[in-house]
């Protein structure tokens, strides 16, 4: 089995985010969302975004999933990858914020959203958080998000915590293939910047063993 689980570290950033721009392209709403041009600062923005949380935040853990038969370049091996928190204590949650190329408005509008209703399901309690899962378009349907996914949940059932997520349609049925439960559905209408649909995000949680 050529894929395998790594710890991801500040010099897969790079690909990290080609990775982010590449698995988020097909998404309908990235054209409302992120319409661009992306400016060097707005990449920077995102940048330092991962290396604030990868250098400072002692509840994240990234890692990725490598396929050790890509020969080309290390840094080509990496085919997807993953970020989550760890709360041991309940989070201090803030705001997103968007850089230049964002709709800064149809943005907040979703992901202020977003933060209330996790705010409101797991503000308050201990759990692990699934923040971010991609896989390179190309490189979709082999099981790396299905190994990043396990990973995660082997996290927490050693701390005994639950986990919570916000699933994409994409990720949706992986979620619930992988034992997570729909909680809420939180849809957005974005119809004011030309959505022809609602944007619909699952929260779902995933409950260790035993608890
Ligand atoms: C969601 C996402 C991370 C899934 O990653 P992935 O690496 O394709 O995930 P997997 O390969 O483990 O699983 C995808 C499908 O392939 C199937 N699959 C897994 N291993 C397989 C294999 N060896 N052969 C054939 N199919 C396989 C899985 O059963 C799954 O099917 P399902 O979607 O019907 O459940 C990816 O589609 C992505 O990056 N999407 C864009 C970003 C996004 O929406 N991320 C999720 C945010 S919540």
Same mark, same amino acid.
């Given at each position: 089995?050529?894929?395998?689980?790594?710890? #991801?570290?500040?010099?897969?950033?790079?690909?990290?985010?080609? /990775?982010?721009?590449?698995?988020?392209?097909?998404?309908? #709403?990235?054209?409302?969302?992120?319409? *661009?041009? #992306?400016?060097e600062e707005s990449k920077k923005m995102r940048s330092e975004y991962f290396i604030k949380a990868l250098e400072q935040d002692q509840t994240a853990r990234h890692v990725k999933v490598i396929d050790t038969e890509i020969e080309d370049d290390e840094n080509e091996q990496m085919v997807a990858w993953a970020k989550v928190h760890v709360y041991k204590e309940p989070p201090e949650l803030s705001p997103r914020v968007f850089g230049p190329g964002s709709n800064v408005e149809a943005c907040e509008k979703l992901w202020g959203g977003i933060l209330a209703q996790r705010t409101r399901l797991v503000g308050a309690?201990?759990?692990?958080?699934?923040?971010?899962? $991609?896989?390179?378009?190309? $490189? $979709?349907?082999? *099981?790396? *998000?299905?190994?990043? /996914? $396990?990973?995660?949940?082997?996290?927490?059932?050693?701390?005994?915590?639950p986990v919570y997520l916000e699933a994409s349609p994409?990720?949706?049925?992986?979620?619930?293939?992988? *034992? #997570?439960?729909?909680?809420?559905?939180?849809?957005?209408?974005l119809s004011q910047w030309g959505a022809k649909d609602m944007h619909r995000i699952w929260n779902m949680m995933w409950y260790p063993k035993g608890a």
């Amino acid at each position: 089995m050529p894929l395998e689980l790594r710890v #991801f570290t500040l010099a897969d950033l790079p690909r990290g985010l080609e /990775i982010e721009k590449l698995a988020y392209a097909p998404n309908p #709403f990235t054209p409302f969302l992120f319409p *661009g041009p #992306f400016p060097e600062e707005s990449k920077k923005m995102r940048s330092e975004y991962f290396i604030k949380a990868l250098e400072q935040d002692q509840t994240a853990r990234h890692v990725k999933v490598i396929d050790t038969e890509i020969e080309d370049d290390e840094n080509e091996q990496m085919v997807a990858w993953a970020k989550v928190h760890v709360y041991k204590e309940p989070p201090e949650l803030s705001p997103r914020v968007f850089g230049p190329g964002s709709n800064v408005e149809a943005c907040e509008k979703l992901w202020g959203g977003i933060l209330a209703q996790r705010t409101r399901l797991v503000g308050a309690k201990p759990h692990v958080y699934l923040h971010m899962l $991609q896989t390179h378009p190309t $490189q $979709q349907g082999r *099981g790396a *998000g299905t190994t990043l /996914i $396990q990973w995660a949940l082997e996290q927490a059932q050693e701390l005994g915590l639950p986990v919570y997520l916000e699933a994409s349609p994409d990720g949706h049925g992986l979620y619930l293939r992988n *034992g #997570f439960q729909d909680v809420d559905l939180l849809e957005t209408d974005l119809s004011q910047w030309g959505a022809k649909d609602m944007h619909r995000i699952w929260n779902m949680m995933w409950y260790p063993k035993g608890a």
